[in-house]
């Protein structure tokens, strides 16, 4: 069993890997209580003023207790995340670690600017962690690219997984989760969607370009469809046969 689970472990693109370790790593240090959790939160006056810059990382670190619903969202990170890594981005993890860069980044502007506006400040105040809404992002983005996958939830009913983040985010709401932090994530990975995908076949333009610096950090190999020799996948031209 341990060795399943050391190869299942292994094989995961480098960027699922990463990111899965460092936030099993951070939630059980926080349990522990080897790592405080105050340590750890966004808090834009502390990044501000006091220079506490890697709270705008190790808040997409932290998935609170160890409870069922840790299980749920370290689920959907190693499920989603290792799905686009390895079929959508396969080949580009340049890209994909842009994307993630993208997420973490829109989440990060939509609650500190929540925060200044009259009425909703008070529950943007209340998200200090994004970790479960960039989770929620790569789901929807991996929904948008796969729409016509069947799937089942809890072998209830089945639907195709264009429906799956409405699903989770039904659920969440089901069992008294804050629906703010799927929404959030519903947010992001559209906004990703709609300039990776959707505006380059409108206009021809992807503003999303990796930054060069990024691709500099990956060294991608090019994806390459071996192919036997000698096997035709269409009939041989007419010359080939009269010369026979």
Same mark, same amino acid.
Request: some cysteine.
């Given at each position: ?100 860069? +993208?997420? &973490?980044?829109? %989440?990060?502007?939509?609650? =500190? ?7 909703? $400040? *008070? ?35 089945? +639907?195709? &997984?264009?429906? %799956?983040?409405?699903?989770? =985010? ?7 989760? $804050? *629906?703010?932090?799927?929404l959030l994530g519903m947010i ?57």
């Open positions: 069993m341990a060795q399943a689970v050391e190869e299942w472990y292994k094989q995961m693109p480098i960027i699922t890997r990463s990111y899965l370790t460092a936030a099993v790593v951070t939630t059980v240090g926080c349990s522990l209580e080897i790592i405080s959790p105050y340590n750890l939160y966004l808090n834009p006056t502390l990044v501000v003023k006091q220079y506490q810059f890697w709270r705008l990382i190790t808040n997409f670190l932290y998935f609170r207790k160890m409870d069922l619903d840790f299980m749920f969202h370290m689920f959907f990170l190693a499920r989603y995340c290792k799905l686009l890594e390895e079929n959508s981005f396969r080949g580009r993890t340049a890209d994909f670690f842009y994307m993630l860069l +993208f997420g &973490a980044t829109v %989440l990060t502007g939509i609650v =500190l600017v929540g925060g200044m506006i009259p009425y909703l $400040s *008070a529950s943007f105040a209340k998200i200090i962690f994004l970790s479960n809404s960039l989770t929620f992002m790569m789901v929807y983005v991996w929904s948008k690219q796969n729409p016509y996958i069947h799937m089942s939830f809890l072998g209830l009913f089945t +639907f195709t &997984a264009a429906y %799956l983040p409405w699903v989770l =985010l039904g659920f969440s709401i089901l069992v008294g989760a $804050s *629906a703010w932090v799927d992001a990975g559209h906004g990703y969607y709609f300039l990776a995908d959707v505006y380059p076949r409108m206009t021809g333009r992807r503003p999303l370009q990796t930054p060069s610096l990024i691709k500099a950090l990956f060294a991608d190999e090019p994806v390459v469809v071996a192919r036997p020799e000698n096997v035709r996948f269409a009939p041989p031209p007419a010359e080939e046969i009269h010369q026979d």
